[in-house]
């Protein structure tokens, strides 16, 4: 079942053009990467699935993104609930300096929801999807700046999951972790993937085949090849994919 359909997409910030013609079906409740040498528009593409760039003055998209049969580009989009519904988790993570518990309910506050009750239990059912309730149960009032980085990490995930989205972007979020953090992100997501759906960037190839189901590999603004994962780097059909996922490019 397809849960993202991309029609021709093209981005351009001002007269630079980052995206052409990018055309992509995302399956639903798979993991999907994006691979690419910097510069080659993964992230541009990924933003576009929820109009993050729209807040950028002079980006300029054409083309259509489709999801559950609509064009998210249609004037009258909601962006807010779109926003909710196709949650991003960024490279670095962002936490805002409140406390735990605060953090987890803001995402709820802005889209209305004050309901006590329910608040109480998106809190923990968001803080033990990421398995971080056993630890943080107790220091819901710690605030979240303290925490380790991959601890941050899961709760800005956690933050997301608290308003219910459908789709999970994630932009490189173990760039800045290491090993054994990485490790139990990747755990996590595959733990995730039973219920949503997840479109990574990523620039560890290492990753890209351990946890996606399906790669798309970006050069230039162009999606040059996309499909199954084990397909990709075992016998990819274009020879620049080839030549990138063996290093001998990027």
């Not at 971080?132 to 995930?157: F, G, M, V, Y």
């Not at 960037?201 to 351990?210: G, I, K």
Request: net charge negative; aromatic share 8%.
């Amino acid at each position: 079942m397809i849960a993202i359909e991309v029609n021709k997409l093209s981005v351009f910030y001002g007269q630079f053009q980052a995206l052409k013609d990018v055309s992509m079906k995302i399956n639903k409740q798979k993991i999907t990467a994006l691979i690419g040498p910097s510069g080659c528009g993964k992230t541009t593409f990924l933003r576009c699935l929820n109009r993050m760039n729209d807040l950028i003055d002079e980006a300029r998209i054409v083309g259509e993104v489709i999801i559950d049969g609509v064009d998210i580009y249609r004037e009258d989009i909601d962006l807010l609930e779109l926003r909710r519904r196709v949650g991003m988790v960024f490279q670095r993570p962002n936490p805002f300096p409140l406390s735990i518990e605060a953090n987890i309910l803001y995402g709820l506050k802005v889209h209305g929801i004050n309901d006590r009750k329910l608040m109480e239990e998106r809190l923990v059912r968001s803080l033990e999807a990421v398995q971080l309730w056993d630890e943080l149960k107790d220091h819901l009032r710690k605030n979240a700046l303290s925490l380790s980085l991959e601890q941050q990490q899961r709760l800005c995930l956690a933050r997301v999951l608290a308003v219910e989205p459908e789709i999970l972007l994630m932009d490189e979020p173990c760039s800045a972790l290491d090993p054994i953090a990485t490790a139990r992100i990747e755990e996590l997501m595959f733990d995730l993937k039973k219920q949503y759906t997840i479109v990574i960037v990523t620039h560890n190839m290492q990753q890209a085949a351990r946890v996606s189901d399906f790669t798309g590999y970006f050069l230039l603004g162009e999606l040059i090849e996309f499909g199954e994962t084990e397909q990709i780097f075992t016998a990819p059909a274009d020879r620049r994919t080839e030549e990138y996922i063996t290093g001998r490019y990027g």
